[in-house]
């Protein structure tokens, strides 16, 4: 079974902050995903990575920006937080084809105080 | 314009019936597929049904089957026999070829169902 797991299921953080969350997927995808979503705006993609240290631009990647130093391994980063990012946060993991699914981990609330 | 567009909003449905959640999509590329997930109150995603632009029959997995309607550009999740634990947000989502394998899920809005005992 795949497993992609967020490092938080809830955070709670104030105005300015710098925030971590982390994604960890253990069926070796070379693709990954940090998606936000919002009530009424379904899913928006902030960023991907289709493999190690590569990363690109999804719809809304104001005021976030991602690593990916190992396969396994990708990190969301908001370098200020501000109380428009207080949203549930979806990582997703998966193979490059066209074809296949992408499997999500739990989500991560943030409030953003 | 939307790559993906679900129209319905919020449905209700008794239980043991069937339901029709509406998808209708929009590309160019003649090569892509269709997804469908459910998300339950726990806010996971979950992986249903998936159905490819070059198959010629119905998708079907257990109590879920997908109307794909190439034409009309529509790819309709079917639930038969509702149960409660159906009640959730159900989102379709479509993904392109693309020759780098840098491509993603494109989502709709969502359809939260609601099951009636």
């Known amino acids: 079974d795949v497993k992609v797991t967020q490092s938080s299921r809830y955070l709670v953080k104030r105005t300015g902050e710098k925030v971590f969350l982390e994604c960890v997927q253990d069926?070796?995808?070379?693709?990954m995903f940090w998606y936000r979503q919002d009530p009424g705006l379904g899913l928006r993609l902030i960023y991907f990575?289709?493999?190690?240290?590569?990363?690109e631009k999804g719809d809304i990647p104001e005021g976030y920006s991602v690593s990916r130093e190992k396969k396994e391994r990708f990190s969301l980063i908001l370098e200020s937080a501000s109380t428009n990012q207080t949203s549930m946060y979806l990582c997703a993991s998966s193979l490059p084809r066209y074809t296949d699914t992408q499997y999500f981990g739990p989500g991560t609330r943030l409030t953003v105080l | 314009a939307q790559k993906i567009t679900q129209t319905q909003p919020g449905m209700f449905v008794q239980e043991k019936e069937a339901v029709t959640l509406d998808c209708t999509y929009d590309t160019s590329d003649p090569s892509y597929g269709l997804f469908w997930y459910k998300q339950p109150s726990s806010g996971e995603m979950i992986f249903l049904i998936y159905q490819g632009s070059y198959d010629q029959q119905n998708a079907t997995e257990g109590r879920y089957s997908l109307n794909f309607q190439k034409a009309r550009k529509s790819a309709n999740l079917v639930i038969s026999a509702s149960q409660l634990g159906d009640s959730a947000m159900y989102f379709c989502?479509?993904?392109?070829?693309?020759?780098?394998?840098?491509?993603?899920?494109?989502f709709g809005t969502g359809t939260r169902l609601t099951v009636i005992p």
């Open positions: 069926m070796d995808h070379e693709n």
């Open positions: 989502a479509m993904r392109e070829y693309d020759q780098t394998g840098a491509n993603n899920l494109f």
């Open positions: 990575s289709y493999d190690v240290k590569m990363k």
